[in-house]
């Protein structure tokens, strides 16, 4: 694997390295070696995918609140997908700052996102699929979001009609988010 550094601290663009042959390819996508190597949580508590039937689906901005923050592991495995993270740590030289990436299947890469940080991605494919490795399990109770439009991050998402669920719809401004 191959970890890319990007422009916010601690997260990390991966590719995999593809030992090719007749038969297509193999590679490691997961190693906790070589996460732990990098100064990444090699943890992997719980693993989720999420199917989106139309292009234009947004799907975010999540995070969960400590003491469940959760660092990510998030891989496109059918279609294509804008994939944003946002710094919310308080005191990073990053904080309020996003940063995005386009995964798809094609591409095989994957976003390490470190607890602290916010993401959702916009898909660009109809009947696109994301997996995620999470290393915290899902509390509900710690579930937060920050709102996809919010005008001081001025996310450029690449399609306007977005399909958005009434509760992406509702998260609180960055501003809100910060100041709790």
């Not at 663009?13 to 997961?30: K, M, T």
């Not at 798809?104 to 696109?128: M, S, V």
């Amino acid at each position: 694997m191959k970890f890319l550094p990007t422009p916010l601290g601690g997260a990390f663009l991966i590719e995999l390295e593809q030992l090719e042959d007749e038969r297509g390819f193999f590679a490691r996508s997961f190693c906790q070696n070589e996460f732990r190597a990098h100064g990444l949580d090699p943890v992997v508590a719980q693993c989720n995918v999420s199917f989106n039937r139309k292009r234009g689906t947004l799907r975010g901005l999540h995070y969960q609140a400590e003491p469940h923050a959760e660092a990510k592991l998030v891989r496109c495995t059918r279609g294509a997908i804008w994939d944003v993270i946002v710094d919310l740590r308080k005191g990073s030289p990053t904080a309020r700052q996003w940063h995005a990436v386009e995964l798809t299947a094609e591409n095989c890469r994957a976003l390490y996102i470190p607890a602290g940080f916010a993401h959702g991605f916009q898909t660009l494919a109809d009947d696109t699929e994301v997996l995620y490795q999470m290393s915290e399990f899902y509390h509900p109770d710690s579930a937060r979001g920050v709102r996809w439009d919010d005008r001081t991050l001025a996310i450029r998402w690449p399609i306007k009609d977005a399909v958005l669920s009434a509760r992406d719809r509702a998260f609180p401004s960055l501003d809100k988010v910060l100041a709790s």
